[in-house]
């Protein structure tokens, strides 16, 4: 079975500067990989996702990932954070076993932002 | 395109009582998921549909929890009785089909407080 680990809980950032959300899972197969980010009384929306190709994903709101197979890594960085961007952020995975019934997330803890002025 | 419809969006009743949660997906999405989010946690799959019928339900407490699809569209999960440790967020979430990888849109959910 796979499983996430998001390595801070709360993180804290002032307006500009940047930010790093640590993301590592684990699993004996392939996976694709996701972020996601739910703000306050919503769903979740995706921000960006790794299936294949260049290891370094770019997505929604400046937001960009690096996967690191060796590493078991999917760190999600932003180089300059909004007041917006105070929201809870989850990093998930789905298990690539090559078969079409699928597509089951599993998530991490999730990593609440909250950006200062 | 309209998102993922869900109702009610709060819900509080008593241990024991009995609750039903709606939703809607995006149209044309034939894969239908629900997830439970207790506070401070990630969401966890309860089930998912394909279409009409039950792909995986290895999460769902089957001795309280029901849920179906009737038509492939819209579908309904049921709570009876429910306990404390129920209270969360249930979010519904749909996507095109059920390949891995295709994208899933979230619903925004139903609170869900049991006293």
């Known amino acids: 079975a796979q499983s996430v680990t998001q390595l801070d809980s709360q993180v804290p950032v002032f307006e500009e500067a940047p930010v790093e959300l640590r993301c590592n899972y684990s699993?004996?197969?392939?996976?694709?990989l996701f972020w996601y980010v739910q703000y306050p009384n919503q769903g979740l929306q995706l921000l960006l996702k790794y299936l294949s190709g260049s290891t370094l994903v770019k997505g929604i709101n400046g937001f960009e990932a690096e996967f690191n197979k060796s590493q078991t890594s999917f760190h999600l960085r932003k180089p300059s954070v909004h007041i917006s961007d105070t929201a809870e952020y989850f990093c998930?995975?789905?298990?690539?076993?090559?078969?079409?019934?699928?597509?089951?997330?599993?998530f991490g803890g999730g990593t609440r932002v909250l950006v200062k002025p | 395109e309209a998102g993922v419809a869900q109702s009610p969006r709060y819900k509080i009743i008593e241990k024991r009582q009995s609750v039903a949660f709606w939703c809607n997906p995006i149209s044309g999405h034939a894969t239908l998921y629900w997830y439970q989010q207790i506070l401070g946690q990630g969401p966890k799959l309860l089930i998912q549909f394909q279409n009409n019928g039950v792909v995986d339900d290895s999460q769902l407490p089957k001795d309280r929890f029901s849920a179906e699809r009737l038509k492939g569209v819209d579908s309904t999960l049921k709570i009876q009785p429910a306990k404390l440790e129920d209270s969360a967020v249930y979010l519904c979430a749909s996507s095109l089909d059920d390949l891995e990888g295709d994208e899933q849109y979230f619903g925004p959910g139903t609170r869900l407080t049991v006293t």
């Open positions: 699993s004996s197969v392939s996976v694709y």
């Open positions: 998930a995975v789905i298990q690539a076993q090559g078969k079409a019934a699928g597509n089951k997330l599993t």
